[in-house]
């Protein structure tokens, strides 16, 4: 059981950023990514249809046997973790609360804003855990649909990502806000333009680290931490155009990506 | 038969520029537009996936009883008109060929300039039909993925997209150009942009006028087209979130929609 994979499943590349945190923390374990290329992005789609196509791409990685599936995407993290929960004989771990906790640590008191896809705002899910955790904690969530393509298409730096958060947050710097939850793993890559406009007072806090941090105590609990001694082995799949996954993915990652593998779920 | 509505497809919103344009010149059709918001988008997907979700969405038109489908999506017109042509017992009719056959004769031979999705312009289907419509012309293509959710953010002027189009087409102003093609249906809401940053010496085309003379003519040279007397009847389909389609469609369709039907295509 301890040598088996945990499995990491994401919309599409977003979810690597979570994958490099997790690798960092837990470096011995072995992994498993899912990106569902062929139905990306979630972020615009409603509560129905993203449980339906995360169920497909969770029942897929469950049969690959895994010892535990990290849930990248907030998206399906924020509407699909019970119906996942209840389908599949794995426990299954997702980013909102431990990056709703993490925000609430962070924050000074000031107003805690979350930023995310139009889907995950909508959900509420971030609103009602942040509600939980820091109840003191005024908050302001905000969809921001063009970050995504943004930075799919590398277009990070610059006077275009820019001018973007400039129109999306440029009314939030009056706000009071001590602190952004990045709520979507794309949003990192843009940290830079969203700092800018935010001003330096606001601490950006993303979700990777203290899920990974979950999935390590997770593990630890039940005694599934692997020890090695052979080095961890990473599986990369996509459900769509592999070539185009790996150019793009290195750049979510961090390093060089080997052999994407394409898999069919219709 | 000749009362049968035409069924229009396409990946989501952006087909609406084709239809507001067929109802205008054929305004005494019965039309049933299907927008695939479960999946949208198409232009950033591969050969195959793009057809099998092309298929699962003509096959549906197809039972609604249609005489005659137009795909109103590049993408799919570029990847999938075979396979579906294949597959239907009824007409089915691309933007591709209408629309290369326009900037064919609009251009004073200078280069035509071909935009569109990375599926598009990867298909090679503009460049093809131009190569054998206007052989003598100098062709440059060119993906723009950005302009899709642009268009549908509604960011349609001002100095965003107006930054975006510089960078994708800057370069091209010295490139001889007289004919700019919109090989996406969203482009035609970006045409002040791209008009700017290519300058007044260049038409810009799109596919949707040469489409519906393309549906006048095949519907009359089968007998097909509608009378009268009753008022047409337009309905309107899309595969996820009806609401948010409403709210993006009206800008597309340019008049209100009424009522938009949910369908599940699994």
Known sequence: MRDLPIGVFDSGVGGLTVLRTLM?????????YLGDTARVPYGTR?????????????????????????????????????????????????????????????????????LGTPSTIASGAYQKALGRLSPLSRLVSRACPLFVPLAEEGWVDGEVPRLVAERYLGDLRRSGADTVLLGCTHYPLLSRAIAEVMGPQVALVDSAEATAEAALRLLAGRSLLR??????????????????????????????????ELVDLV
Chains 1, 2 share one sequence.
């Open 46 to 114: 409603s509560h129905d249809v993203v449980t339906r196509y995360a169920l497909l791409s969770g029942r897929y990685l469950a049969a690959q046997r895994i010892k535990l599936l990290v849930i990248a995407c907030n998206t399906v993290s924020a509407h699909s973790l019970p119906a996942l929960a209840a389908a599949l004989p794995i426990p299954v771990l997702g980013v909102i609360e431990p990056g709703a906790r993490s925000a609430a640590a962070r924050t000074r008191g000031g107003t805690i804003v979350v």
């Open 227 to 260: 020890a090695g001694p052979a080095k961890a082995v990473h599986r990369t799949l996509c459900t769509d155009l592999p070539d185009r996954f790996r150019g793009v993915a290195e750049r979510f990652l961090g390093r060089p990506i080997g052999t994407v």
């Open 24 to 32: 960092a923390a837990l470096p011995l374990e072995n992994t498993v």
